[in-house]
């Protein structure tokens, strides 16, 4: 398994990137799926994306540890749950990588591809006080960090029905790649939860993970 890293994550709390190479069968020897996964993935069309649903869940077994493999069940809004465990989980995929994370508290994660198209998109979901803190040689993968870090915090909120310009925040004021972190928020009518960030930047993606801040 070509892991690039499984790491702590705000202990207890783990996260980890897979480099899939392998092809569906021998992903298939290595994970038996309950009856519930084997239907979605013979529902899910391309190779490649059904390749990326077994090595997320195969990648969150090996971060596990556990001898038994928990199944991996979504609830009514679509957010993942981990069977006989009490941590929260998100997986995310993109050609070529899959991630996991796993955290007491909500936690959500995702992993994108760099496409310079984003540029033309960002009025959609970046607000004026995180664009202030873009640089210009490093805008690129700041969008995209940006992007994937609401992403991660929508899958740590579950429910849907969230505006990525109006409830999600990110400050990248103290952005540096070398150190990795950063903060974000949600708020909405009913919330207001800050986040913890974590984030690796490579030549053609970029990988966020968001742990809610315990509550004061």
């Known amino acids: 398994m070509p892991l690039l890293f499984h790491e702590s994550f705000d202990p207890p709390g783990e996260w980890g990137l897979w480099h899939i ?10 994970l038996s799926l309950f009856d519930r996964e084997a239907e979605q993935l013979a529902r899910i069309k391309g190779q490649e994306r059904r390749r ?10 090996e971060m596990s540890g556990r001898d038994t493999r928990g199944e991996l069940v979504k609830d009514e809004a679509g957010k993942p749950h981990l ?11 993109t050609g070529g990588y899959s991630a996991a994370i796993a955290h007491p508290r909500p936690c959500g994660i995702d992993v994108q591809r760099i496409v310079p198209r984003i540029r033309s998109l960002a009025r959609r979901f970046v607000r004026p006080d995180e664009a202030i803190h873009l ?5 690129l993968h700041q969008l995209h960090l940006i992007w994937s870090a609401k992403e991660a ?25 070398d150190r990795g972190v950063a903060r974000g928020c949600l708020t909405t009518d009913t919330l207001c939860q800050e986040f913890d960030l974590s984030f690796r930047q490579y030549a053609d993606f970029v990988l966020v993970g968001a742990v809610a801040r315990p509550n004061p």
């Open 135 to 139: 640089q210009e040689a490093s805008e």
């Open 153 to 177: 915090l929508y899958k740590a909120y579950g429910r849907r029905q969230l505006d990525f310009k109006e409830h999600l925040f990110v400050d990248l004021s103290g952005y540096d790649p």
């Open 52 to 61: 990326e649903f077994l090595a997320a869940r195969l990648l969150l077994h």
């Open 21 to 30: 190479d392998e092809p569906e069968p021998q992903l298939r020897e290595r």
């Open 83 to 93: 069977q006989d465990s009490h941590f929260f989980v998100s997986i995310s995929h």
